[in-house]
């Protein structure tokens, strides 16, 4: 029987365990944390979860002004001014951390039944392949004891960690990293958050609805950076308009306990001020100390693994997925990899990882979601787009329901209208880019979207109207 070993639990290595096991090869995943990884216990789904009541609190905020929503408590309706609808972070956070743990427990029942062997600890690769082809990898366990496991072939999914200025060192108090802030049992009454990627702004729209006052410093001119412009944009101003303050083009240098009170200083000397400070500022690979280079594995400059597009690494016989490899740090494309390792190592029908059919979102609100070919592909000649945006303020159902940020952005072909791309700034945006995932996925035209039914009144309607508005272009022969 074919033996494979998978070092790390996360969304690529719980997936290829799964997919090894269905398709005959002994598996043994290795992990030191719980099966789902940084994704399922300390990053995607505790964040996600986080903003779900986020979310629920913007509604509220929202729906007195424009859906003439009353909360009522013991003051009557027409005196009251304040907010009357708070949060208890101490209570979410327990929810955050109980749905997380169920989630890995899930998933560990799931992998075992598939007929996987999970062992507790930490591996390394042993050694150059053996000339049977084989790899060893030994795994020591909290206890310092080793087990020598031997693979025909081995897949590397151990993910990443927060990256940390080293004047602005967590404590886990006051000074946290994305992985601390659910050991809050009190609201940040005012939160610095440091980086405006997509982990600062989740958190800082986040924490702006559940009523903190936020600072978002941003290094970059805008937030989300590596974002769709028009889309950060509108983000940008409805963070502003809420009143958190967004500090662009100013980047920290450190961050200090002064007192109850955390002080950034930043580059070009201010300092400012608050009760606590968040640092976002990117992740390093878990790639050092497992014996990855000795073995044949190469290494780019920032630490993460190399891989092809079927994830196999410079060593024969090691595969690698997820956040470790610096493709996309996305759950799903992490998960991807991991199965399109298995089905090439097993001999299995494989398609290679196409990065132009993912589909990613931000979970702000307004979330923003794209897929395919982006503006900044268009706006450098990378592809030849015809580019159609239409505002949701035009869609009856965004009117109805007050929803006065965001727009429908398609890129398609010229001459022949395949749909290549496509950016959703709307709530709930992750789940109205799928249609045009699926466009993207199976080149279908903006004629093939326009002629498909939506529902009266919706907002995918304005998904099929964008599309008609691509297919007149089309057909005239306008830009």
């Known amino acids: 029987m074919t033996r494979i070993v998978i070092i790390g639990g996360g969304p690529g290595g719980y997936e290829a365990a799964l997919v090894g096991a269905q398709l005959g090869a002994e598996v043994t995943v290795v992990d030191c944390d719980g099966l789902g990884g940084a994704s399922v216990l300390t990053d995607c789904v505790p964040s996600k979860t986080l903003i779900a009541t986020a979310e629920v609190m913007t509604t509220f905020d929202s729906s007195y002004e424009e859906l003439g929503i009353i909360v009522a408590d013991d003051t009557p309706p027409m005196e009251q001014s304040a907010r009357v609808v708070g949060v208890d972070l101490g209570k979410v956070n327990r929810r955050v951390k109980r749905l997380a743990l169920a989630q ?60 940390e200025i080293p004047d602005a060192l967590p404590d886990g108090e006051r000074i946290l990293n994305w992985t601390q802030v659910y050991d809050l049992d009190e609201l940040p009454e005012e939160l610095i958050v440091v980086g405006s990627g997509v982990t600062g702004a989740e958190f800082a729209g986040a924490y702006q609805a559940l009523g903190s006052r936020v600072t978002l410093v941003s290094s970059r001119d805008r937030v989300l950076p590596g974002e769709d412009p028009d889309a950060a944009a509108v983000l940008e101003d409805v963070f502003r308009r809420r009143g958190m303050n967004v500090m662009a083009r100013s980047r920290a240098e450190s961050a200090k306990r002064v007192g109850d009170r955390v002080e950034v200083m930043l580059s070009d000397g201010r300092v400012i001020s608050g009760s606590h400070c968040l640092m976002a500022v990117g992740a390093i690979p878990n790639s050092a100390g497992m014996g990855l280079e000795e073995a044949g594995v190469r290494l780019k400059d920032s630490g993460h693994i190399w891989t092809d597009k079927v994830s196999r690494t410079s060593a024969p016989g090691v595969y690698a997925a997820g956040d470790v490899t610096g493709v996309f740090a996305l759950a799903s494309v992490a998960a991807m990899q991991g199965r399109i390792a298995m089905y090439h190592f097993l001999g299995d029908a494989v398609t290679p990882l196409n990065l132009k059919t993912v589909s990613s979102n931000v979970f702000t609100d307004p979330e923003i979601a794209t897929v395919g070919y982006t503006q900044a592909d268009v706006d450098a000649g990378r592809i030849d787009a015809r580019v159609v945006k239409l505002p949701l303020l035009r869609n009856p159902r965004a009117k109805m329901q007050g929803i006065r940020d965001g727009f429908v952005k398609i890129f398609a072909r010229p001459g022949t209208g395949i749909v290549v791309g496509g950016c959703v700034v709307a709530p709930r945006a992750s789940e109205l880019i799928h249609p045009i995932s699926i466009a993207v996925d199976n080149n279908m035209t903006v004629e093939q979207i326009a002629n498909a039914f939506t529902v009266y009144p919706s907002l995918s309607g304005s998904i099929a109207e964008v599309a008609r508005q691509l297919h007149t272009r089309k057909s005239t022969g306008e830009g």
Not at 105 to 132: C, K, N, P, W, Y
């Open 104 to 163: 890995s427990h899930d998933i560990t029942a799931s992998v075992t039944r598939a007929g996987a062997r999970v062992v507790r600890g930490r591996g390394r690769l042993e050694g150059q392949q053996a000339m049977d082809g084989s790899r060893k990898v030994v795994v020591r366990a909290a206890d310092g004891s080793e087990e020598t496991l031997t693979a025909d072939a081995v897949l590397i999914a151990t993910g990443g960690h927060p990256r």
